[in-house]
Every structure is written in C-alpha cells, then in structure tokens.
C-alpha cells in the first residue's frame, strides 16, 4: 500500500523512460543493418552488441600481423574492425570491437568452434582447412541489432550471437561428432604484432567455467581485459598449447603435463581447446563476461547481467533496448531504404562510447588504479577528434544524459591521467593521443552551453583550462608564445593551430557562461589564433615557422608534410567553425569565399594528391571536398553564413546519396566511432551544428518526410517536411511552430523546449 | 575513567604482551648479525626488515642472468639472496629478498643513488666505473637487524637502510653536487632473465612522489609486485630509457619527449632517474611502499605504516620490534660467540614466511583475483619441504599465533588454488611446485596436534586429504595405486614415496584427533608405504619399478638419479620421522641400525658423489650427513631410540660448531627460510621435533647454559644446564619440574603447561 505511494515521485521523475517503454508502433530494428559498411572503408563491424555496449561479439574474417620483419604491413587496414566483407572465411568470434576506427586494436577472446581432428592455428584464407577457420556464405549470414547468425561450412556449425553489455552469447548448433571442440584463441587480436600480448592467463574453475586475463601492449600501452566464460555443457577435456618463443623458466611445473586437463594456463601466446561429444543438432551455449578490473568482477558481471542460458530471450531484450533507443527518433520516408540508411546511422551513432566498468561500477582508470565510477556511469572508447563535431552534440539532444556521463568519465580520465589532461583519444584505461587538438573541451563546452551539465561544470572548466595550458603537449607551448603551431617544431601545425584555436574559443564560451571573466578573456584571444596561420597573399591558411615567416614550399592540394592531417589546405582553410563570419571577412568577403567553398566540391583533386590523404579512398572524396575524414565535416554548411545560403541545401542533398547508402559498401569512409554516421543523422533531419558549443544549428535540407524526436525530458520535437522528393532539395520556407524563420539557423534551445520545425520543399534555390 | 574499566579485559587477554612490552634487560638485538650467511652457501641476505616483514630491504651485489645464450648460468646459484660477501661492488639495493633459498626470484625495485655523470647501466664489477655500481668496503658496513649501513666508494655516498613491514627506509648522505642521481632499475632482479619482466610501469604522481609495478614470468610463473616511492626532496628533473628489443607500436606517443620529465613510464625493460643539486653532507631519504594488490595499496600501506621522515626513529622502533622477538628466547652463556650464534639463528627464523598483504588486509590471491583476509594477516613463501621439519614446530612454540595465520594462509591458497591443493612452495600469489611432498599437511597437523588450531581444523584436514589425493600430482596416482611411486613412472620416487608416507602420517594423527575415523584409517594404512621400498637383502630403501620389482641399477651413495633428491640413499632410509621404532626393526634391529647411523656421520664420501648432491658443499657435509641438506635433520636424533642415545648427544653437539659459526661464512649451507637455523635453536636448547605431527621432542645436548622460553600465554619454559661446556657434553640427568626422566623425550604439553627443564651435563657418556 505504501509502495505504490513511495513510487508515485519515481514515476513523476522518469516520464521519459516510461514513454521509451510504451509499445513502438513500428518495428525500427529491422532497418538496422550491421552489415552497412563493412565493405572496403567504413570499418564497421557486423557482430552483436547492444547500445554502448562493453562486449561487442562479432566474427573477424582475418588476423593480419601490423607489421611483417619489422615493415608496417599496409593491409593490416582493411582490419580495423576484424571483419571484411569480400572476405571468404571466418577465424572466429570475438568479443571487442572499434566501430569504423581508422587505427585499431582489441579483438579479445576469439572464439571459434570446430569439428574434426583439432586444429589449433588459424590457417589461411587461401587454404582454410590447413586450421580452425571456415568458409562461409553471405546466403547464411545475418546481422541484426544484437545478433548475428551465420553458418560454419567447413565445420557444419550453426553459429548465432547475441549480447547483454558486458556479456557475450554463442549458442553453436553441432553436427552429430565426438570430435567437437570450441577453441578459446588468446593470441588473436585486431591489429596484432607479434608481441602484442604481454600475458595471458586462464584458470579452469570447474567442468564448464573459466576465467582469466589477456594484456596487450598495441594502440592501448598498458591494457588489461578480464573474462569469464561459461559453457552450457560440460566439457570432456581441455587443454592448451603456449606458441611462445620467449624464454620460460619450466623448473617443477614439468612434474605435470600442462597440456592437457591442468586447470591453470599462463603466457605470452595461448591457445585453449575444450572438447565435446555432441549430437546431431546439438546446441552448446556460451557466454563469455568482460572486467576492465578483474576475473571476479566478470564473473560477477555474468551472474548480474545473463545467469541462464535462454539465448532467444536474451536476443529478444537486447533487441528491445535497440528498439528503446532507435526511437528516439522516428521518421517518415516512403522509401525503406532511406529507413534503412536512417537507423542504421542512428545504430551506428549508438554503438560508442562504451561503458566501461563493472556491475557494480568498478572500473580501470588510466592510473592503472581500479576506481568507482560514484554517482555516473563510466565510458570508454573517446575518438574526441572525429567525435565532438557531430557524435556528442546528437548526444546532447537524444542521449544527454550519457553525454553528461561521458563528460565525468573524462574528467575522471583527467583527474587520473599521469598527465593531468583531458582524454585526446582514449580506451581501456590507456591514452593513445591519436591525432591532434584537445577537443574533450569542445565535448564538454556543448555540454555546458545547451544545459546538459550535470557535473560540476566549474571544475570541467578547470579541467578544460589546464589541458589547453599544457606546454608539453603537441606544441601548445609555442602556440601559447607564438600565437601559432610553428611547422618547424611541429608537424600538422596548421591543423594544430586552427583547432586549439577552436577548442579555445569553446573555454571562452564555457568561462562565460560560468561567469569566469579571466579564463574568458584568455581563451577568447587564444581563439584569433587562427588569423595567424592566414596567408591573405594567397588566400590560404599555411603554415609558418617560428620566425614568423610563412613557410616557402607549399602546396593547397596537398597533405603530403604541408602542415595538415587528413586534409589538404583546401579543405582545412575552412576550419574557423566559430565564427565563419569573420572567416569570411579574413577570406576576402562572400564572394571570393563562396568561390572557394564552390571549387572545393567542384574541382578535380588529381590522383597523386588524393593518394596522399591518409584513411581515404574516391569513395570518400567529391571534387576536393572529403567526406571520409572529418575536417571539412561543416563545409556544406558553412554556405549559410554567404547570400547563398541554397548551395547548403544543394550540397548536403548531394553528399547525403552518395556518402551513405545501404550496401555493405555504403560507407564513403571510416564511420569513426559513429561521427560519420552522427553527420548523416543531422543531415538527413536538416541542420548541423557547425560549431559545437554553440547552441545553434545550420539548416540544411531534410531528406526525410518527416521525423520526431522524443526527448529525455519527455518533450518531442517534430519535423515536418512538405513536398519532400529527390529533386525537391530547396527549402523554400522553414517555419518554426508557425512562425518563419528568417534566418538559416535553429537553436538549441527551440529543439529542448519542443515544438514543430516545418520545411516546405522546391525545386529551384 | 570507564576507559580503564573497558581496557582493563584487553590486559588480562593479552599478558604475553605487556610481558613482551617490558624493558629488556639486555640488548638481544646486538647479537643478531645479519651478515652471518652471506659468504658461500648461506644464501642470507645482510639488509634491513623486519620480523616477518614484506619488505627486506637489502644490497645486491651482482644480477647476474639465468641464462646466457639460453644455457643455464652456474653461477646465479651464488645470487638467490642478491649478495655475495666476497664481490667488491654493490650494484644497488633492492626490496625483496628471499633468506637462504637454493633457487630464487624477487630483487624487485632496485634503488641506487650515485653521483656524476648519469650512468643508467649498472656496469661490470671488474669496472665499476663503467656503469652506476660502486666499490664498497666492509670496513665501512654495518649490518644490523633492521639496519644496514654502507658507504658507495664510487660515488662518495653514505647509505642507510631501514624498514618497516611493507615499508624500506633509505637515508642518502650525499657529497656537494650538482649530478646527484637516484636510480630506480625495474629490469634488476634476482634469478633474471632476459624476457623475465613481462611488464612494468612507473607513474610520476608529483615531484617527489611516483608509482608502479613490476611483472614478472620467473620462479612465480605470474607475478605483479606495486610499488610507491617517496622522496624527502623534490627531484629537479627525471627521465627513464627502455631497454627493450620488443617491437613497440609508438604511434601518436612520438608527440612527446618521453624519456624526459615524462610523467608516465611503461615498458617491459626500463631504468629510471631522478635528478637532484645536493650539498655537502645533505641527506636524501627515500621509502619505498610494496602491496601486492595497487599502486594505491602500497600509497596507502606507506601512510599507514611510515608517514614521516625521521630515519633514526624508524630504525629504533624496528629494532625495538626485534628486541622483542627476540626476548621470547633468552639464553645465558658466558661466551659472546653463542649468543650471537643463537640470536642470529633466532632472527633467520623469523625472517619469514612474510608478510603479504596491504595494510587493510588486501592481498593478491593464488587465482590472481585480489582477497580481504578477514581473521588473520596473510603470508607468503611458503619453502614447505624445508620449513615443516623445525621451522613451524618452532613456530608452535614461540610464533603459535602467527603459524596458525600461516595455516589460515595455506588454505586460503587451497581455497583459490586452481589445482585445489595446498601450497608445495608458493611466494606472491604463485605456485612454484618447487621439490616433492605435500608438506603443508606436516605443519596443519603440528598446529592442530599441539593445541594451536585457531583455524578450522575439519577445514583443514579436508584439504590435507584433497591435497593427498591428487593422482595428477607427482606420482600420487601411482602411489595410491601401487603404495609406492615407480621410478619408471616418476624420478625420486623413494624420496617421494618417504615423504608422502610421513606426510600421510600426519594426516592420520590429525583425522585421530579430530575424530574423522575413515580418514585416520586410511592415511593411517597409507602410512605404512615407506615399507614398500625397502630392500631388506641389502638394508636400503631403493627405488622400485611400476611391475614391482626394485630397480637393478643402485647406488646407496649417489644421489644422481637414484630414486632421490637432495640426498642419497644413505641419508634418506633413514626418513621415517613417524615411527623410528619400526625402522629400527625394518633395518635389522637397534644394533645394526646403530651401525648404519654411525657410519653415516664417520664415513667419508668420495668427491665424485659429493659433487652430485645439489644445493651443498663440503661445508655442509660430515662423513656422508649431509646436514645442508633437510633430509637428514633428524638423523642425529634417532639414536635415542637405539640403546645409545649418548650418541645423539655427541652427534649433536659435534653438528652445531661445525655448522653454524659467527662469522660470514658461518651457515654450512642453505639457510632454507630458516629452517637450518631453525634446528640450530632446537639442538642449542637441548630438544628437537622429529616427527612434527607428534608432541614429543627428542632429546639432545643443549649447548648453552641457560634459556627461558617466554610464551604467548604469559607462561615460561625454563632450560636449565649444570656443567655446561665444550666437553661435558652428555647428559647425566634431565630433571623436568623436578622429576628426572627416564626417557629421552618431552612433550609439548610439558613445555607450554609452563615450567623448568634441568640438564646436568658430563664429559662422557
């Protein structure tokens, strides 16, 4: 009688939850296609997973070595997320997988069952049965939100997943055979090299449960993963073989045959087999649990999260958080394919960053300290330089609450970094300071300025502040003398230089908000830095060096040591996303900008250039304009800000098609932890925003019908698109609840609040 | 004033304390010398811990490697302690030390201040001047309990060393200069090889603070020590080099200078340095905190246990926790030389097993999952093969609290044991299966037979019963299938045949005791095993093969694959502790028994089979009793169940100068975690624990003039001897309370009931 009582206020608080959990009139997961962008460049991965997940169990279709007699081997690319589409056969599943990354690491804990006489390397593509992989057909193979399915040829195993967050589930469908094993491969990984694992260990418990570790020294330095994994049925015997050529000392553990049925397996290189007798149609169920901190902790992790062994209902659930978080924004299309492109931009979106701590909150920080995640829950898995553009400011519409978590969790990164800075690009407890600028603050700004700080927003400002002072760091202390990256002490100094200066500009406006005058000021003049690195002679950001003098070789089109990363000065001479105004001005008034901003998607970039630009293909690339890196990821909108405002229109409807289609190749380039997909989302609903940390939004054109977006709070935005088709790509009028809009821009604040954005269509500009 | 009321129970509960707690009346502490042990055979190390203590602070004077070329190196043999009195050079101190062991591990965390231009190579001996080792002098070191002093020639540095349990204490007295370095070495180690460290990492926290760890694959197969190291003064800069061949992925790491002033250090083979400007005569402290859980357990063990500076004060309340140790054996004596014989030997004793776990109870398990140790204080390195003989029996006496935690230790092991067994020779949450037996059940059985079981002693048998019914371990199968072990099947299958047959003993008297009838039964059959290799045609025990017949090929005096270890066949017939009464009759009666007793100490053993027992020298050899061996340690005692217990008494007292002198050569061979030093306290009180598991101790010759036993239950044992000298070393009368025994025996119960032992003593038999 009291209960109801004490819940009323817990019901009152969670409106939103409750509307998530009211029946969706449509089923939005069956749009969701794991397997766009698996193919060629977008890096994706077709496994199970549920949103944000930890465990991401997904097959890999090879396990090159990164380098080959010390040689970068260049295919280890194509690798990035274990699986290739055009690739004829599976090594086996594992459990962690980046999502469309351009460097890589993880892959731990493959698992791959077998029939036959055992085999315990993994042969080549080429000849599979010269070890434990399979052949297998696209005609066999399924991939769903949390689940995937697909049939072994050469074993005759049926092989379906599915995956709770920090649990990963294989229900394998045997042959009749007294020859079934399923082998737990320890030295597998994704952009493995020779010595990448520093340790591996494994205890048997009992008949049907293991536990144990893998640590590896690849992208992440020092990282260590936890499992335990179950097995329905108890195994007949079990053993391991250590492909190690490191020196061990043996000394009395020779007084047991380690190799078979000995309960504790230790080394740099592991491979582990447990064996069965199964019937014909047989179905032995696995579940492997992770730990960022310790064997009991995954232990722990399986008995909260997935104690029995119904596989279908555990599918059956995490399919429903698919469909709990896919709609929270429905749209309206005739056509599926665009339904198909949606969600699976949306799923993709959904995917990172990953939580990353135990059950009961504990997790690894990057002190290498096991801590508490109190009061949020803590993520992992920060691609801050693709992600703060487009990724976290959807967040801070559709997940602010996540948003605002992912913020603690990189404040407590900075307050246990050895550094004392803000996560650059981080996972697993490790720093990999991947490519360049400090756009946790950018992340954190957006999180401030549109009201989704739930956490202290003044010492995240302090946090912000002592990052971008940090001297040491990539050249910041020359930017702090010079005004600018010097080329000459630092490489990518133009690119460096054009985005401290943003990320300064996003301190200034945190510092505003929160009313601290000093820090405001500083960073608001940091933030013309990038008038410094502007050559008004040719009319192009370059770079310079440390007397000041712009550097003498030089050329636009090329990335090739010009002082850019992944882009060209073409491209990257647009990066004042701040204030495109004064870019504009800075650039030769709208006119001559306009030019430019026309050349950029219209000229021919000749192939030696394009050849340059790294984690790129044509895919990724229209005229100069490179959609498959993410540096000019707001030029199309930046047309808003000149009396041509429609050409935004134009571009956007243009790129949309051919960037994201829904074909295992529809990737134009690497999904970068869901930035690109993050883009499409925005896009396809028509407006951006340019500049994160700023509360407002360009408009573009929609390329949907219609769309709402239900929010956190309860409220619902809805966008309403008439006279919508393909040739349709103008706005000719934008009405926000009633009232048209003059201006191309929309702000935060008019989404949160809720409301109705109507688009009325054309054909002409 | 309710305060006295409440405390005044605690008083009455713990007068052992108080007792301890008065004022010595001499300073037992000047007689323990450390430094005894350290040339030749002894194994001891001469720095600083204490009693117990995790941390044993102490110089290395060589780290040599385990192997050259992938041949094992001869000489590692002399490092198991990390010093050799001999080398001219000490290359720095490390804080962990095994005591006495014949193989080793550790040297974790190797500190050496030095001066001069940085030198981060240690350097050779013949030309210290090559690297960062120094020329040291003897005359200017002191070695005291807890305290250890040198001076570094090289670099005219003054050390002193002190410790708390988990904390080591330096204090560096350095010349004015403006190169003073503080090395810490993480590739250093004892029993290293060249890919031992599997990982390490350093974290610099601030100017004076940093943490770590170390990962080792050596003797403890998965071994993680942490580490917190404190400066009394801010270190002016600091860097590291990694001296790793490993391929390393760098990636985006290049954008710093790493190897200066880089707060962050990982790698797998690393030494780094700290700068400082010093004047002339100023002192530079350091502590060094362990944990085998955190870099935050060992901070926190370091403020919990040695928050401040003060060295002189650490040390004093080190020594004093000696001086009380020490105090619960007194002796009289008029020579110098016997009270430093015996307090040095009493020191050895308590030098271990040590202690390990965090100051909270937090300590690393034998599964490699982290534990509370909720009851007892946790330990570790457990030398069981050595330490059940006399080391633990002596324990019972004078440590009866602290060996019932180490039984509470040993199933706890059990408990998390991947092979559910009890430890057979474990260091830092590792198995190292070192030597044969499962004596873990010798010394549960002494601690429950003799009152001592705190613990749960059902618990405790059942794991004593597992452990003895693991057929997969050591022949155990065999041995229960044929009630020997088959030399075809398993090498030194008598010796393991002996010991399991005692071992089983033991067991048997525990289940008696305890009332577990099915068990007594069977182990008590079991027992009897040690008959099944005994050749009566020529009076040996002698291997047997699986179809039952004894091997053909034999020699009784080679230990060199013969059926034995440590021991040849000699010395080991004589192993059956349990029952020397049916020996004697098994070996043709008390004469012929007498016969072969005194042949083993007056006959002489050719070379070629001295240099085949392992672990010893000539030092430790009489006639063919090898007494720096463990097999034989009771052998001297078995003629009190002849018709000629005289002889023990000579034997003994011809033993104890031989073996055991003051001087640094003084051990005759391997102290063995105390337990050679262990029966010196036993036969220079006059009583020694054949068979532990039993009450009774047989009767020596005391080679002092006095003792008092002072007990945890406040009671007192007092040893009395009448006549005492270097001659008179037959025993005329042993009056107990006044009663004169006429049996060459006392009991346990005699002992801790309080009381005094009178020996009258006489030049001859």
Redesign the interface.
């Known amino acids: 009688m009291k209960l109801s009582f004490l819940l009323a206020p817990l019901l009152l608080a969670a409106p939103a939850a409750l509307a998530q959990k009211a029946p969706a009139a449509e089923n939005l997961v069956q749009y969701a296609r794991p397997i766009i962008g698996t193919q060629k460049m977008g890096h994706t991965y077709p496994g199970a997973t549920v949103p944000f997940g930890m465990v991401q169990l997904s097959p890999d279709t090879d396990t090159l070595l990164?380098?080959k007699d010390?040689k970068y081997n260049p295919d280890i690319y194509r690798y990035c997320a274990g699986y290739q589409y055009d690739d004829p056969t599976i090594v086996g599943f594992s459990h962690t997988h980046f999502s469309g990354t351009g460097?890589s690491d993880l892959g731990d804990f493959l698992v791959m069952p077998t029939t036959g006489p055992l085999q315990l390397n993994p042969g080549t593509a080429q000849k599979p049965e010269s070890g434990f992989r399979s052949r297998f057909s696209h005609q066999n193979e399924t991939a769903e939100p949390a689940y995937y399915k697909v049939k072994l040829d050469d074993h005759n195993i049926g092989v379906e997943l599915t995956a709770t967050t920090r649990v990963g589930m294989h229900q394998y469908t045997f042959p009749k055979s007294d020859q079934a094993h399923i082998i737990l491969d320890l030295m597998a990984g994704i952009?493995n090299?020779?010595?990448?694992n520093?340790?591996t260990?494994v205890?048997?418990?009992n008949d049907s449960l293991i536990t144990g570790?893998r640590?590896t020294?690849?992208?992440a330095?020092?990282r260590t993963l936890y499992f335990a994994m179950a097995f329905s049925k108890p195994f007949k015997q079990y053993g391991y073989r250590n492909y190690s050529k490191?020196?061990?000392?043996r000394?009395?553990?020779g007084?047991?045959?380690q190799a078979h049925?000995?309960?504790?397996m230790?080394?740099?290189q592991l491979r582990a087999y447990f064996d069965f007798n199964t019937q014909e149609g047989e179905k032995i169920k696995v579940k492997l649990a992770l730990s960022p901190v310790?064997?009991?902790g995954a232990v722990a992790n399986m008995q909260a999260e997935l104690p029995g062994w119904n596989f279908e209902q555990t599918k059956a659930q995490s399919q429903a958080l698919w469909q709990q978080e896919l709609s929270k924004v429905t749209i309206q299309s005739p056509k599926k394919d665009d339904k198909i492109n949606f969600y699976t931009a949306l799923y993709h979106t959904f995917l990172g960053p990953t939580v990353y701590q135990d059950a009961d909150g504990q997790y690894r920080g990057i002190?290498?300290?096991?801590h508490k995640a109190e009061g949020f829950t803590n993520y992992t898995t920060f691609s801050l330089w693709d992600t703060y553009r487009a990724l976290h400011p959807l967040f801070n519409l559709v997940q602010p609450q996540r948003n605002a978590d992912m913020v603690q969790s990189m404040l407590a990164h900075y307050s246990q970094s050895?550094?004392h800075m803000l996560p650059?690009?981080s996972h697993h407890a490790n720093e990999?300071?991947?490519?360049i600028g400090y756009h946790s603050v950018s992340v954190i700004a957006d999180a401030v300025l549109k009201g989704n700080a739930t956490f202290d927003a003044n010492k995240a400002l302090d946090a912000c502040v002592a990052t971008a002072r940090h001297d040491?760091?990539?050249g910041v202390g020359f930017y702090r003398q010079l005004g600018f990256v010097p080329e000459d002490k630092n490489s990518s100094s133009v690119s460096k230089t054009l985005e401290y200066a943003y990320d300064d500009w996003c301190i200034a406006q945190m510092a505003q908000k929160l009313g601290r005058q000093d820090i405001h000021q500083e960073f608001s003049q940091r933030a013309q830095n990038y008038k410094n690195v502007y050559d008004a002679r040719i009319g192009f950001m370059r770079p310079r060096l440390a007397d000041g003098s712009f550097r003498k070789e030089f050329d636009v089109l090329s990335t090739n040591n010009q002082g850019y990363i992944e882009g060209n000065s073409w491209n990257y001479s647009l990066y004042v996303p701040q204030d495109p105004k004064a870019l504009i001005q800075l650039m030769g008034g709208s006119k001559r900008f306009t030019e430019h901003l026309d050349s950029l998607f219209t000229m021919h970039l000749p192939d030696k250039f394009f050849a340059e630009t790294e984690d790129i293909t044509r895919d990724g690339i229209i005229g100069n304009y490179v959609h498959g890196n993410e540096p000019a990821h707001h030029a199309a909108y930046l047309y808003n800000w000149t009396d041509q405002p429609w050409k935004t229109q134009q571009r956007v409807r243009m790129i949309l098609p051919k960037m994201y289609r829904p074909t295992p190749d529809g990737l134009g380039g690497n999904d970068d932890c869901g930035q690109m997909s993050a883009w499409y989302i925005f896009s396809a609903l028509g407006f951006y925003p340019v500049a994160p940390g700023s509360t407002e939004y360009a408009l573009g054109s929609p390329a949907i019908h219609g769309a709402t977006m239900t929010l956190e709070s309860g409220k619902t935005f809805r966008i309403t698109v008439k006279n919508q088709s393909d040739k349709n790509v103008y706005v000719k009028e934008a009405r926000l609840n009633g009232q048209k809009l003059t201006r191309p821009f929309l702000q935060h604040q008019d989404i949160v609040k809720g409301g109705e954005l109507v688009f009325t269509m054309g054909g002409k500009p």
């Open positions: 990164y380098a010390g460097h952009y090299y020779e010595d990448k520093t340790w260990y205890r048997v418990v570790y640590q020294n690849g992208w330095r020092t490191k020196q061990v000392y000394g009395f553990w007084k047991f045959d049925n000995f309960p504790e230790a080394g740099e310790s064997q009991e002190d290498q300290n096991n050895p550094e650059v690009w990999n300071w991947c490519m040491s760091y990539d």
